[in-house]
């Protein structure tokens, strides 16, 4: 069943581990989908893999600047005339130590992408769905941003501030039938893993063990939650936190 047919969806990040999987499962559920990257290399390279899937549109930019992200909105309706699904998922870890040895040109770097970068998506997404009057909008956070965490505070503040964004966005939006979640997925086997494994000294094997279900999270368990907020199946929910961490949030 293609649960996404007819749609049109954008995802930031869209080069990286979680993004390329969930625009694999959007594509093969019916999207059109427009994958939004720093990296335009590893945007055509991504497009070449999925591209016999449906149809896929790259824009390169920078989420924290204001006039990239507008152009990204602009090219995807003036191509596809809407945007039915918004998954706002650009982000970065920052450097790994103690919170008084963070540099401030750094903790600004991390905020600057995953917390303007998701204000400015909202801020040039959501306007289109509300004059649509549907519309599903999913921010990626982490289990970092609903808990602390030694090491990584810039990281830890800019996710935190994702929720607060979801939440204020899903109730003024709400009247238009417009939908925004959050997503806090666990230690997810990507890229950005190794760079904090290697940061935190810490070998996977001993990480996953503080996961109630022993394992890493793979991209494919996150794009199956993104999918289902994504589709009318969560038509009723918005401004909700999700979590998909293992079992982590149980401890």
């Known amino acids: 069943m293609e649960r996404l ?5 954008v995802i930031t990040g869209g080069a990286g581990g979680i993004g ?9 559920e019916g999207a059109k989908v427009v994958l939004v990257d720093l990296f335009d290399d590893a945007l055509q390279q991504v497009k070449e893999e999925l591209g016999s899937l449906g149809e896929v549109l790259t824009v390169q930019a920078d989420v924290s600047q204001e006039a990239d992200v507008e152009n990204y909105v602009k090219k995807t309706v003036e191509h596809f005339g809407k945007i039915d699904v918004f998954f706002n998922n650009a982000g970065i870890e920052g450097k790994v130590a103690p919170l008084v040895d963070q ?5 600004d770097k991390v905020i600057s992408v995953n917390v303007r970068g998701v204000f400015l998506g909202l801020k040039y997404v959501l306007p289109v769905l509300t004059k649509q009057g549907h519309g599903s909008v999913i921010n990626t956070s982490s289990v970092a941003g609903l808990s602390g965490s030694p090491g990584v505070a810039p990281y830890i503040t800019s996710k935190h501030a994702v929720v607060g964004l979801t939440k204020a966005a899903a109730v003024e939006v709400a009247s238009a039938n417009v939908r925004v979640n959050s997503i806090h997925p666990s230690p997810v086997n990507t890229r950005m893993m190794r760079s904090l494994e290697e940061g935190l000294e810490v070998e996977q094997e001993t990480l996953a063990k503080s996961i109630p279900l022993g394992r890493y999270g793979e991209s494919d368990d996150i794009a199956n939650l993104v999918l289902f907020l994504a589709s009318d199946e969560s038509s009723f929910i918005t401004g909700v936190q999700y979590r998909v961490d293992g079992g982590m949030g149980a401890l």
């Open 20 to 28: 390329k999987v969930t625009a694999e499962r959007f594509l093969k």
């Open 5 to 9: 047919s007819g749609k049109v969806a």
């Open 103 to 107: 540099k401030v040109e750094d903790f």
